[in-house]
Nanobody, 125 residues
């Protein structure tokens, strides 16, 4: 079965950095667009970034553009999210998702086929 396992979350001060990882198994990794979403308490799940199978296309939410970088290592079946200049409003559970599609940057969570359990990111002011 497909598994997506996130890691790398934690507590960081505003202005700091974190790198999240998502290890995938049970799927043909290069055939999937990989994405990161986040969900804060009481809020809807929010698209953060997505990357194509070949890494040729990357899409970011406006709120993270210039601060976050998505990447993937197909040899390791892993997608990363490098986060810098973190702000308190970035605090959320960050979730990895996979979609069997050629369209990169789909923002609707319902269109993603597989999800990880999430990793908590807390940014203190």
């Amino acid at each position: 079965q497909v598994q997506l396992v996130e890691s790398g979350g934690g507590l960081v001060q505003a202005g700091g950095s974190l790198r999240l990882s998502c290890a995938a198994s049970g799927l043909s990794f290069t055939n999937f667009v990989m994405a990161w979403f986040r969900q804060a308490p009481g809020k809807e799940r929010e698209f953060v970034a997505a990357i194509s199978g070949s890494s040729s296309t990357k899409v970011y939410a406006d709120s993270v553009k210039g601060r976050y970088t998505i990447s993937r290592d197909n040899a390791k079946n892993t997608v990363y999210l490098q986060m810098s200049s973190l702000k308190p409003e970035d605090t959320a559970v960050y979730l990895c998702a996979a979609a069997s599609t050629v369209v990169v940057g789909i923002r609707a969570p319902a269109l993603y086929h597989y999800w990880g359990q999430g990793t908590q990111v807390t940014v203190s002011s």
